[in-house]
C-alpha cells in the first residue's frame, strides 16, 4: 500500500524556522516526482514545490520562492520542505503528494498533512 | 503563469441530479487537467487525470471532458456522499497551480 506520512509541523513564531517532513512507503520513491502542496484554514488548495524523482529538478511558487527549500534524501524514502522567514500567510495544513512519474504529473497520493501555525 | 479559473464556486443540487463544473485553463494546456475531490475534514482525492480518465475505483457516474482551455467535471447522479469540495489542476507545467475549488451540497 502506497503512504505517505508527514511529520514537523507546530507552532513558530513570524520569521522563525520549520522543517517538514514525509516518510513514503509502498512505491519506488526515487521514480517518483514528490510535491507539497498547502491549505490555509477555510481555504482551498495552493501547490507550493515540487521536486523531481533525482531531486536535480526544483519549483517553487512565487509566494515561497527563496524562503522554503525543497529536498529529497532517496536513501531514507524521506520528502522535506525546509521553511524559513515564516509570516502568518504560512499557516495552513501541509500536505505531501505523490506525482504519477519521475517528472510533472498528476498527485495521485497524498498524506494526512500536518499543521504549521504562525503566530506569535 | 497559467491561472485556473472554477465556476461555480459553490452549488446545492439535489441528489440524482446531474452536476456539471467548470474549469478554464488561462492558455491551452492540453489534456493536462486533473480533478481532486476533497470531503469535509478529509485529504484530497485525484478522481480524475488527462482531463477524462477516471482513477482506478471511483465510481463510474463522476465522468471528465475537454482539452486546451476549457474542461468540465460531471456527477451524472448526485449522491449523498458526493458532498464534497472539487479542485481542478494544471499539470502541463511544473507550476501545479490549482483553481478555487467549487463546493457541491445537497439541497
Known amino acids: 500500500e502506497v503512504q505517505l506520512v508527514e511529520s514537523g509541523g507546530g507552532l513558530v513564531q513570524p520569521g522563525g524556522s520549520l522543517r517538514l517532513s514525509c516518510a513514503a512507503s509502498?512505491?519506488?520513491?526515487?521514480?517518483?516526482?514528490m510535491n507539497w502542496v498547502r491549505q490555509a484554514p477555510g481555504k482551498g488548495l495552493e501547490w507550493v514545490s515540487t521536486?523531481?524523482?533525482?531531486?536535480?529538478?526544483?519549483f517553487y511558487a512565487d509566494s515561497v520562492k527563496g524562503r522554503f527549500t525543497i529536498s529529497r534524501d532517496n536513501s531514507k524514502i524521506t520528502l522535506y520542505l525546509q521553511m524559513n522567514s515564516l509570516r502568518a500567510e504560512d499557516t495552513a495544513v501541509y500536505y505531501c503528494?505523490?506525482?504519477?512519474?519521475?517528472?510533472?504529473?498528476?498527485?495521485?497520493?497524498w498524506g494526512q498533512g500536518t499543521l504549521v501555525t504562525v503566530s506569535s | 503563469d497559467i491561472q485556473m479559473t472554477q465556476s461555480p464556486s459553490s452549488l446545492s443540487a439535489s441528489v440524482g441530479d446531474r452536476v456539471t463544473i467548470t474549469c478554464r485553463a488561462s492558455?491551452?494546456?492540453?489534456?493536462?487537467l486533473a480533478w481532486y475531490q476533497q470531503k469535509p475534514g478529509k485529504v484530497p482525492k485525484l478522481l480524475i487525470y488527462?482531463?477524462?480518465t477516471l482513477q482506478s475505483g471511483v465510481p463510474s457516474r463522476f465522468s471528465g471532458s475537454g482539452s486546451g482551455t476549457d474542461f468540465t467535471l460531471t456527477i451524472s447522479s448526485l449522491q449523498p456522499e458526493d458532498v464534497a469540495t472539487y479542485y481542478c489542476?494544471?499539470?502541463?507545467?511544473?507550476?501545479?497551480?490549482f483553481g478555487q475549488g467549487t463546493k457541491v451540497e445537497i439541497k
Open positions: 521536486i523531481s524523482g533525482s531531486g536535480s529538478s526544483k
Open positions: 489542476q494544471n499539470y502541463n507545467s511544473a507550476l501545479g497551480t
Open positions: 503528494a505523490k506525482a504519477s512519474g519521475s517528472g510533472i504529473g498528476r498527485f495521485d497520493t
Open positions: 492558455q491551452g494546456i492540453s489534456n493536462y
Open positions: 488527462a482531463a477524462s
Open positions: 509502498g512505491f519506488t520513491f526515487s521514480s517518483c516526482a
